[in-house]
C-alpha cells in the first residue's frame, strides 16, 4: 500500500510536492504522462514512478491499485480532473488536487453524495488556490455570520509556473465570474477594480478575475455575494477590458493553442525568488445594515504556500478518517488552518 499518488509530478509544482514529500518521509508514488521526465524526478528521489494518460478508464484504475491518496498536480485540471475523480470514486481513493478552476470546484461538488456514499473525501483547491483566502473568509464569517457580501483580494508575487500560465489563458475566453445572490454569474472581464492597503501602507489597484472562491467560498460560509480580485498593474487592467471585445477569437481552439504554447514557455519562479517573494490576502464582510469587517493575511509565496498546506492535508487524511463527501479547506482543516502554515501572519 502507497500512501500517496502524485498525478503530475514532472510538472513546476508537482516537483516542488514530491521533493517536500521525501522530506517528510512520506514516499510518493510519481506519475504523469512524461516517462522520461518522471524517470529523471524519480531516480535521484529513489521514489517508484507510474506511467499512464487519462483516456481508459481501466488503465487509470490499474494504476491506482494500492493508493490511498492521489494529489493532482496536473493542470488545465478542467482536462485532468474528471477522469482522476471518477477512478477514485471507483476505487474508494481520497481526491485531491490543487485547481483554481471554478468549473472544476463546481464538478467536485457535485460528487458529494457519491464521495459520501464512498467514503472518501473529494478537496480540490488544496494550495493557494484557495486556502488561505477560504480561511480568511471562514475568519470573516465567524466575526460576522450575519454578513450578505464578501470581498477577497490577493497579491502574489513571483510570477507564474507554465501550468497556471496555460490555466489563465484558458479561462480568458470564458470571461469574469462574481457570485450574486447565491448564483454564479459571468461578468466582464476586469468588471470592477478596487484599491486594497499593503501591509506596508501602500496602496495596489485590484481587478475582480474568476477566482476558485467565487464557487467555495460560498459553501463554506454561506455568504451569498463573492467578489475576487488580484492586484495588477493599470496598464494589464486596461488590456483586460479590450479583451472584452474578442472573446470570440480567445476561444477559437488554433488560437488557444498559440496562446497556450506560448505560456507553457515560462519557467516559474525559482527557489530563490521563491524565497525572496510573498504574498498578501485581504478579506472583507459586509451585512444588510452596512456594518463591516476586514481580516489581511501575509503569507510566502504562492508556491511554496501549495507545497505546505498540500501535504499538511495529505498528512491529515492519513492520520485520520474523515467521514467522505466534498470539502473545502476551512470544512476539513478549520479556519485556523492556514495560520499553522510556515510564513503565514495574520494582521487584522
Known sequence: MHPVLIYGANGYTGKLIAAEACKRGLKPVLAGRNRDALD????PLKLTRRVFELGDPAEIDRNLDGI???????????????????????????????????????????AHKRAQHEGIVVFP??????????????????????????????????GPSPGTARTSVAGLAMGGRARVNGEVVEVPLAWKSRQFTRE????????????????????????????????????TITNMRRLRYLRWMLSLAPIQKFLQGRA?????PDERRRQRSGSQVWGEVRNAAGREASLSLATPNGYSLTVAASLGIVEHLLANTPAGGYYTPSLLMGEDYVLGLPGVRLLG
Not at 488561505?132 to 502574489?156: N, W
Not at 507553457?264 to 516559474?268: F, H, K, M, V
Request: aromatic share 8%; glycine share 10%.
Open 200 to 235: 506596508d501602507g501602500s496602496q495596489r489597484t485590484a481587478v475582480t478575475i474568476p477566482w476558485g472562491d467565487v464557487y467555495t467560498a460560498f459553501v463554506s460560509t454561506g455568504i451569498a455575494n463573492v467578489e475576487t480580485y488580484m492586484t495588477m498593474p493599470e496598464k
Open 125 to 158: 483547491g488544496t494550495g493557494f488556490d484557495v486556502v488561505p483566502t477560504d480561511c480568511l473568509a471562514a475568519m470573516l464569517k465567524q466575526r460576522m455570520p450575519d454578513a450578505t457580501h464578501l470581498i477577497l483580494g490577493f497579491e502574489a508575487a513571483g
Open 264 to 268: 507553457g514557455q515560462t519557467a516559474g
Open 68 to 110: 490511498r491518496i492521489v494529489l493532482n498536480c496536473a493542470g488545465p485540471f478542467s482536462r485532468t480532473c474528471e477522469p482522476l475523480l471518477e477512478a477514485c470514486l471507483r476505487k474508494q481513493i481520497h481526491y485531491l488536487d490543487i485547481t483554481g478552476e471554478i468549473e472544476v470546484f463546481e464538478l467536485c461538488h457535485h
Open 40 to 43: 529523471k524526478l524519480a531516480e
